[in-house]
T-cell receptor, first 115, second 116 residues
């Protein structure tokens, strides 16, 4: 497809389990972002990749969260030992290397529910 | 995490009415952005503002970048049913060491409901 693709669209897991969320950005977009959106809130920045490297991971809440982008395209957000507070919609976005400010293209998100 | 103060939190209006919402921050931003999010979708950019005092229109939407660089407003004229959704303001601070970085700070959103 032409847009940012995220899988799974919904994930229900139990507390303590490991979760992976995948993002396939728009072809040719070198910048990739992960945001987290809790119910009734705006998205909160987690991490930003420029190519394969994490240029800014200052938004990751703790060391249970990790993201990779090994080939500079698809990215995986990994959450270890999930907690109920991790429940949220995880949004991925991509942009060109030098975008006009704000021209991030968001996916539909992966809704994570931790029971 | 830090968010912008966006108001009102929700609006219930009649179709055809004009809408106004705003966003304030204690910090200065270089860029202000307005997004719309429909249920089950990601945010979509509506308007981007790059200079203090700038007034920009996109169809029935008009947005302004406050002179102090700490606020912005969005107006929607003659609302129609498809305007229903959640509107988010977002600000961007400079990231001079990282070209293209788009570390945006979002407001809490304004939920717009339109009665036909």
């Amino acid at each position: 497809g032409a847009g940012v693709s995220q899988t799974p669209s919904n994930k229900v897991t139990e507390k303590g389990k490991y979760v992976e969320l995948r993002c396939d950005p728009i072809s040719g977009h070198t910048a990739l972002y992960w945001y987290r959106q809790s119910l009734g809130q705006g998205p909160e920045f987690l991490i930003y990749f420029q190519g394969t490297g994490a240029a800014d991971d200052s938004g990751l809440p703790n060391d249970r969260f990790f993201a990779v982008r090994p080939e500079g395209s698809v990215s995986t957000l990994k959450i270890q030992r999930t907690e109920r507070g991790d429940s949220a919609v995880y949004l991925c976005a991509s942009s060109l290397i030098v975008p006009q400010a704000g021209e991030l293209f968001f996916g539909e998100g992966s809704r994570l529910t931790v029971l | 995490g830090q968010q912008l103060n966006q108001s009102p939190q929700s609006m219930f209006i009649q179709e055809g009415e004009d809408v106004s919402m705003n966003c304030t921050s204690s910090s200065i931003f270089n860029t202000w952005l307005w997004y719309k999010q429909d249920p089950g979708e990601g945010p979509v950019l509506l308007i981007a503002l790059y200079k203090a005092g700038e007034l920009t229109s996109n169809g029935r939407l008009t947005a302004q970048f406050g002179i102090t660089r700490k606020d912005s407003f969005l107006n929607i004229s003659a609302s129609i049913p498809s305007d229903v959704g959640i509107y988010f303001c977002a600000g961007q601070r400079p990231a001079p060491l990282i070209q293209g970085a788009q570390k945006l700070v979002f407001g809490q959103g304004t939920r717009l409901t339109i009665n036909p």
